[in-house]
T-cell receptor, first 117, second 113 residues
């Protein structure tokens, strides 16, 4: 079945460092891909998305490009801040969603990011 | 516009009891999905409701059930609670079923003793 694999954390960076969180996926068909962020004690917030190959999603300085040839959707940010400390989840839309048979997201295990001043 | 709200935010129950969690979607959203989040298993899909009908279901035992009301509010119920049911239960809403942008609530933290 469909699955998402993320790099393991925790990832610890100094402020203003470059961030990459790797995400690869296995899926039948053409899923949409997402990055969600979860701050301590909160639910998930959609950070960015891409709906087809070569699309680039971006938001708040974060970017990710949908690479079908490498089945990847790596998250990047040029200069992280302390406020970016959170858990980041990569996700894909299940096949059933594509065929309008219900909404189901499949998530990776999450990568905890800690940014030190 | 108000976001997704979930009540209660925290619950403590004992084994064998049952529990009901509530979710109010964003106004105008008609699809509600539920997810379970645990440190060991991560985020797992429970079920999705649209127009008061269950559209999709994850691999959870029958002790987990849900429903949706005509105003799109949804409840999920867990009967005969087990220690392993301790988790953060997240509700997500979207405009309609099959739309892939889901907006999540803050979750209900369930602890089973």
């Amino acid at each position: 079945g469909d699955s998402v694999t993320q790099m393991e954390g925790p990832v610890t960076l100094s402020e203003e460092a470059f961030l990459t969180i790797n995400c690869t996926y296995t899926a039948t068909g053409y899923p949409s891909l997402f990055w969600y962020v979860q701050y301590p004690g909160e639910g998930l917030q959609l950070l960015l998305k891409a709906t087809k190959a070569d699309d680039k999603g971006s938001n708040k300085g974060f970017e990710a490009t949908y690479r079908k040839e490498t089945t990847s959707f790596h998250l990047e940010k040029g200069s992280v801040q302390v406020s970016d400390s959170a858990v980041y989840f990569c996700a894909l839309s299940d096949q059933s969603m594509i065929y309008n048979q219900g909404g189901k997201l499949i998530f990776g295990q999450g990568t905890e990011l800690s940014v030190k001043p | 516009k108000a976001g997704v709200t979930q009540t209660p935010r925290y619950l403590i129950k004992t084994r064998g009891q049952q529990v009901t969690l509530s979710c109010s979607p964003i106004s105008g959203h008609r699809s509600v999905s539920w997810y379970q989040q645990t440190p060991g298993q991560g985020l797992q899909f429970l079920f999705e409701y649209f127009s008061e009908t269950q559209r999709n279901k994850g691999n959870f035992p029958g002790r987990f059930s849900g429903r949706q009301f005509s105003n799109s509010r949804s409840e999920m119920n867990v009967s005969t609670l087990e220690l392993g049911d301790s988790a953060l239960y997240l509700c997500a809403s979207s405009l309609t079923s099959g739309i892939n942008e889901q907006f999540f609530g803050p979750g209900t933290r369930l602890t089973v003793l």
